[in-house]
């Protein structure tokens, strides 16, 4: 079983550019999570998709990030305009919508570095 | 909301025992999770408590006491692989499973 991917693995963009970056959580995981770490504090919720619907993005730090999982399979996290303090490590995870739905399977992450 | 709080930092020796605390205070409370994040890689899930009690699964094991609004992760034996940090995570609120992170103990095993 393929875990759960991410790209791209590294970004490096200038303030006021736009990133997206990607997620494809395992087949079959209706929750799919966006996290942010920031030089090593709590890794901080963003949003909760279940399938295609935003279940929560209490999370979100503002209407500079958008993300979308047409069709419910693989997600996109956009910021647009990038500023500086977006910097930082960007998880995704999923878990199954039933049985260890409290397991979340993480993927490598973004590492992205807003210049 | 939730909150979370856990010690920044544990040094322990390789061999020995070590117990990294959580505690939490949350509404609508499901359970405390725990993983475990190695520099530059993801978060690994470790274990999940929803009732009160000890869960162990080989060398690790996860205690959890809703009354108090606490738990710990203990790691015995420990090895040098086990230098990571450690999070602690709450899943509560009325929506959808949404779990929330404590800030992390970076553990630190030493010969």
């Known amino acids: 079983e393929a875990g759960v991917t991410q790209f791209p693995s590294h970004s490096v963009i200038e303030k006021g550019q736009t990133v997206t970056l990607r997620c494809d959580p395992i087949s079959g995981h209706d929750n799919l999570y966006w996290y942010r770490r920031v030089m090593g504090k709590e890794i901080k919720f963003l949003l909760h998709f279940v399938k295609e619907s935003k279940q929560d993005e209490s999370g979100m730090p503002n209407n500079r990030f958008l993300a979308e999982r047409t069709g419910g399979t693989y997600s996109t996290l956009k910021v647009q305009p990038a500023e500086l303090e977006d910097s930082g490590v960007y998880f995704c995870?999923?878990?199954?919508?039933?049985?260890?739905?409290?397991?979340?399977?993480f993927g490598p992450g973004t590492r992205l570095t807003v210049t | 909301g939730q909150s979370l709080e856990q010690p920044s930092e544990v040094t322990a020796v390789e061999g020995a025992i070590v117990q990294i605390n959580c505690t939490y205070q949350?509404?609508?409370?499901?359970?405390l999770s725990w993983y475990q994040q190695h520099d530059g890689g993801a978060p690994t899930f470790l274990s999940y408590?929803?009732?009160?009690g000890l869960e162990e699964t080989g060398r690790f094991s996860s205690f959890l006491s809703r009354s108090d609004s606490y738990g710990y992760l203990l790691l015995q034996e420990l090895q040098m692989k086990d230098s990571a940090s450690y999070f602690c995570a709450v899943r509560a609120g009325g929506g959808y499973q949404k779990v929330t992170f404590g800030t992390g103990t970076k553990l630190q095993v030493i010969p």
């Open positions: 949350t509404s609508g409370f499901y359970g």
């Open positions: 408590n929803a009732l009160d």
């Open positions: 995870a999923s878990s199954p919508r039933t049985g260890r739905g409290y397991e979340q399977y």
